[in-house]
């Protein structure tokens, strides 16, 4: 399993204060849905499943 890089242990929950910041009206950035985010992306990081997009 492929483990996503963080800038330390706090990286989603400063990212959900920011974005909480910055966007106040946006909804979906909660801690635990961002949690869930990088689960699910680390899960199928390295599956064929999911086409990469090349430009």
């Not at 989603?12 to 985010?37: A, M, R």
């Not at 599956?47 to 090349?54: E, G, I, P």
């Amino acid at each position: 399993m492929t483990v996503l890089p963080s800038s330390g242990n706090k990286f989603i929950e400063n990212l959900t204060q920011g974005v909480k910041l910055k966007f106040p009206q946006s909804t979906g950035y909660s801690v635990q849905n961002l949690k869930d985010v990088a689960k699910c992306t680390a899960r199928y990081l390295d599956s064929k499943f999911v086409q990469q997009v090349v430009a």
